[in-house]
């Protein structure tokens, strides 16, 4: 099944691929470093990567959920943190343009500030008490009205590309929220007074994606920051997750995919002294390489028809269903890939700045990524069941 890949989506996904060569050539450093690519973003930002899955509608190119799959697939396979870190942009911005619940008013608003603006918005929701295991997010960043527009305080985590994005896309309780399941998306310029950065990204994998923790103290905004609020925002996260969290999943693939060539490169390459053939011609290498290729295929395979389905269907009960699978398998697939070439490519593998070794840290980080893997199987279960979910018991017992 071809899952209508067009010419267009194979240009795409060959400039994406000569764009993720050379973003290789320096993600070793990046890592090394854990700092900021932003000479990878700044390309980005030239080749039209701000405005790719931006509608035709709104001046956008228009490439949609199966396009941006294609292209996010292929970057990945470059710098990893690179892709993942400029996915954000995306996943948050094409939420408020899909939804049925955001204003008109609000879409060409955010469209303008990335297409006629040429701005590059980051994103953060995470709270530094949340996780993702639960699905949900207590949300302790509060904003509230003040003459003029908006304050808002609190503290985030895991704010990808903060230092280069021109916004962030954060998600607030209003402090006039009745329930618990109230937010507003708010957009902070990076020189808002009262905002900050804590720089703690120190961690196995993803280093360059400078993942820090954002201030917010006392932030004011102007009264057009907040572009989407409701009392109860359960309904615009199900109907946008494919972008919000699907969009990942692409990056993630192309990491399994990096992992497997370089495996490959090496055992083709290697001949030991006193052998006349290369590691390739070791049985218990042939077998692992062709288990992992059938895994890496059905990871594509699954992640193609979960973008489709998207695209074709919008987001229904299934696109969900297959967002999760995808997610599950992906996750499964690059950190288990990525594990079996650290340990063929044996003990030279093993040093810091070597490819294998870096795609293993990367790769790790995989099936925690939201959604994880916990959480994507309680919800295929759900789905696949025919269950109820309001009849599920939660996972934890609430707090009354």
Not at 68 to 79: D, K
Not at 339 to 354: C, D, M, W, Y
Request: charged letters at 20%; a neutral charge; one cysteine or more.
């Amino acid at each position: 099944m071809d899952f209508a890949i067009t010419e267009e989506h194979r240009q795409l996904r060959e400039r994406c691929q000569r764009l993720a060569a050379d973003f290789a050539t320096r993600s070793s450093m990046h890592d090394r470093d854990a700092s900021h690519p932003t000479e990878n973003y700044d390309r980005l930002r030239q080749e039209g990567f701000l405005e790719l899955s931006i509608p035709k509608e709104f001046g956008g190119a228009g490439v949609g959920f199966l396009g941006h799959t294609l292209a996010y697939e292929a970057l990945g396979q470059g710098c990893p943190s690179t892709a993942l870190s400029f996915n954000m942009h995306a996943s948050v911005v094409m939420p408020l343009l899909d939804s049925v619940e955001v204003t008109l008013q609000a879409k060409r608003q955010v469209a303008d500030l990335v297409v006629k603006r040429r701005q590059l918005i980051a994103g953060n929701y995470s709270e530094a008490t949340s996780t993702a295991l639960l699905g949900e997010r207590w949300l302790d960043t509060i904003i509230s009205r003040i003459d003029g527009g908006w304050q808002i305080s609190g503290r985030k985590m895991f704010a990808s590309m903060l230092e280069a994005a021109d916004y962030c896309l954060v998600l607030a309780r209003p402090d006039t929220a009745t329930r618990p399941t109230a937010g507003a998306f708010v957009l902070i310029p990076r020189q808002a007074s009262g905002r900050s950065v804590i720089a703690n990204w120190d961690v196995m994998g993803m280093r360059a994606t400078r993942s820090d923790s954002l201030v917010l103290d006392q932030c004011r905004l102007a009264e057009d920051a907040v572009v989407f609020q409701s009392e109860d925002i359960r309904e615009f996260r199900r109907t946008t997750s494919s972008w919000a969290w699907g969009s990942y999943t692409a990056v993630y693939l192309g990491v399994a995919g990096a992992a497997f060539a370089e495996l490959v490169r090496v055992v083709r390459s290697r001949q030991v002294p006193g052998y006349s053939q290369p590691l390739a011609y070791h049985p218990d290498v042939r077998r692992q390489v062709a288990q992992l290729s059938a895994q890496l295929e059905a990871a594509r395979l699954i992640t193609y028809r979960s973008a489709w389905l998207y695209e074709t269907e919008g987001p229904t009960a299934e696109t969900t269903a297959a967002l999760f699978r995808a997610k599950y398998v992906v996750g499964e697939a690059v950190a288990h890939i990525a594990r079996v070439a650290l340990t063929l490519s044996g003990s030279h593998g093993i040093f810091k700045g070597g490819r294998i070794e870096q795609l293993f840290r990367d790769g790790a980080l995989g099936p925690l990524h939201a959604p994880p893997a916990d959480f994507c199987l309680w919800n295929m279960g759900i789905h696949e069941l025919g269950l109820d979910p309001a009849e599920v018991s939660p996972p934890l017992k609430p707090a009354t």
